[in-house]
């Protein structure tokens, strides 16, 4: 068996994909075929900015059964346009798309502590209010967090995931 501080030696630097709760992402592929005419960062920033308006809008089970896959959808989907990675079969994840993500939980443990996040947030619209700033900022061309030194698009990916952990699993 591999201790721990053997297994941190291999792993040093490199993302840390086990911060990342993936089954919040599970239906990631059913929306993928709906939103490939936002082929351009610029129209799935927008696509992603107008759902996530429609989510803090509205309190019926549309938000649950449809925007909010589709808002997971569509920052998978901008880190694929971002890196370049094709999109190919939409019913397996291609993980180079939450790298950037893992990078930005990685971080957050040492700001916070790890799984912070799963306890929940006073109310949807901090973490919405922190998904439109790294939005905005991307759409300025500020590709990089100022505070974190990590790509906007990474902290956006974590904020959709705080926002359906929020919405469905955290008991108000």
């Not at 591999?2 to 630097?13: L, S």
């Not at 997971?72 to 971002?82: E, G, K, P, T």
Request: charge should be negative; aromatic fraction near 12%; proline fraction near 2%.
């Amino acid at each position: 068996m591999v201790n721990q501080k053997e297994a941190d030696r291999y792993n040093d630097g490199k993302p840390q994909f086990s911060l990342i709760s993936f089954s919040m992402f599970k239906d990631v592929y059913l929306y993928l075929k709906h939103i490939q005419h936002d082929n351009t960062e610029e129209k799935c920033l927008i696509s992603l900015l107008d759902t996530l308006t429609k989510i803090c809008e509205s309190e019926d089970e549309v938000v649950y059964e449809v925007l909010l896959p589709k808002l997971q959808a569509l920052s998978y989907y901008l880190s694929l346009i971002y890196k370049r990675i094709p999109l190919f079969d939409t019913k397996l994840l291609d993980l180079r798309a939450f790298e950037d993500m893992a990078k930005v939980l990685e971080y957050g443990t040492e700001k916070y502590s790890r799984d912070n996040w799963k306890k929940g947030y006073d109310n949807k619209f901090s973490t919405a209010d922190s998904l439109y700033r790294h939005a905005r900022q991307l759409i300025i061309g500020e590709t990089h967090d100022e505070e974190s030194g990590l790509h906007h698009i990474g902290h956006i990916m974590c904020n959709v995931m705080f926002l359906t952990n929020d919405l469905l699993y955290v008991n108000r």
